[in-house]
């Protein structure tokens, strides 16, 4: 079993900044390509940005320019820094592992998840 364990998140004001932290075992971040995905309220789950196994990343459109995905695998750790924050980020944020390949795009398939994580709230607002 791969386990996914998600912190940082919190309340923040528009224009502000987040640092959320996956923390997971070695093996898991030597053999699997990692992601973040999100739920708002109301809304379906959508994939955030991801990481392969090369260190190539990728965003979503909404999200680009102002979200880093990175790894640090001396730590065995995941992080996606988010700068000037929006109150539309506001939502459940999951660390994810082994989906649909990276590079064409697929990664963000919900279905396509294997191992998720228990989520950690993100809340913008003034």
């Known amino acids: 079993e791969v386990l996914l364990v998600e912190s940082g998140g919190g309340l923040v004001q528009p224009g502000g900044s987040l640092r959320l932290s996956c923390a997971a075992a070695?093996?898991?971040?030597?053999?699997?390509?990692m992601a973040w995905f999100r739920q708002a309220p109301g809304k379906a789950l959508e994939g955030v940005a991801a990481?392969?196994?090369?260190?190539?990343?990728t965003y979503a459109e909404s999200v680009k320019g102002r979200f880093t995905i990175s790894k640090d695998n001396a730590n065995n750790l995941l992080y996606l820094q988010m700068n000037s924050l929006r109150p539309e980020d506001t939502a459940m944020y999951y660390c994810?592992?082994?989906?649909?390949?990276?590079?064409?795009?697929?990664?963000?398939?919900?279905?396509?998840?294997?191992?998720w994580g228990q989520g950690t709230q993100v809340t913008v607002s003034s």
């Open positions: 994810a592992a082994d989906m649909l390949p990276v590079y064409d795009g697929r990664w963000s398939k919900v279905r396509g998840v294997n191992y």
């Open positions: 990481i392969d196994l090369d260190g190539r990343t």
């Open positions: 070695r093996s898991t971040f030597a053999v699997y390509p």
